[in-house]
């Protein structure tokens, strides 16, 4: 197994000295439509990025002891050549898509990625506002490992495909060239992704690619200028809060709930389920939203 490198920690200089440029160019040449910065969510998003570097350390304890065993359960072996790893990428970037769709339609994965969908602002510094308990993302890519993938290319693929997710937290780039915007996740398409409003909700999943929104009825195109955050956002810089708010609020849903069809709803299905006549007990209604609506799921027309 040759040695592959910690592309994303090697990327860190990069993503600071980027956030800078961004938030210079925004003294410099304001844009009285664009989010922009606040120094508060740009230092909350910084300490949500840096604790998860150390939970992921964490997490990748057990998570690695389970990919090592299932690739050294499975028969196949995929060598690392020169032409089999942009294939893996390939790949990686497959799973991560409905890894991505997963976190946004079941409750229990939504409360691991809303962290990132917290913040009203949409700059860089955004897209380092990630979660602590990334251990709701490892079953999906057990199929590469019993294909054959050893789990040190996940982890490169991986970190890849974070990385270049970096530059697209941006509105200081508008609509790139019809080609790029068909292939590419670009700012554009996922400036759509961090939406809260109507039609934008839960759609562009993509990591590097956008195809897989195009082949499965996910992708939608950037017409009207975003709204960023949540339906109903947690208005706190609390990195604690910020991490914890929607394990919180499950909690809460649980301890209220009649009985044990409610509670299995109220953890695996959508963020915005509950039975009918019954609101959520840990979540208040949606800004603008009766208490009956649900948040609407992929596939589902948006209100």
Known sequence: MPHLPDVLLWSIPAFVLLAVIEMVSYRLHPDEDAAGYEAKDAA?????????????????????????????????RIPVLWWTLPLMQLAQDFFYYWSHRGHHVIRVLWACHVVH?????????????????TWTVWPFYV??????VHPAVIAFTSGANLVYQFWVHTERIGKLPRPFEFVLNT?????????????YLDRNFGGIL???????????AETERPVYGLTKNIKTFNPLRVATHEYAAIARDLRAAESWRERAGRVF??????PAGRPAAGQAPAAGRPETEARPSVGEPAA
């Open 187 to 199: 700012p554009s398409h996922h400036r759509v992704h961090h939406a809260s409003q109507g039609g």
């Open 117 to 133: 969908h917290s913040s009203e602002k949409f700059n860089l510094s955004t897209a380092l506002r990630q979660p602590w308990t």
């Open 269 to 274: 299905r959508g963020p915005g389920w509950q």
């Open 44 to 76: 909350t998003s910084v300490g949500m990025g840096l604790g998860s570097l150390v939970f992921d350390a964490l997490w990748k304890i057990p998570i690695v002891a389970i990919y090592a065993a299932v690739y050294e359960l499975t028969p196949l």
């Open 143 to 148: 199929p590469m490992i019993a294909l054959g």
């Open 210 to 220: 956008i195809i897989w929104d195009r082949m499965f009825g996910s992708f939608v």
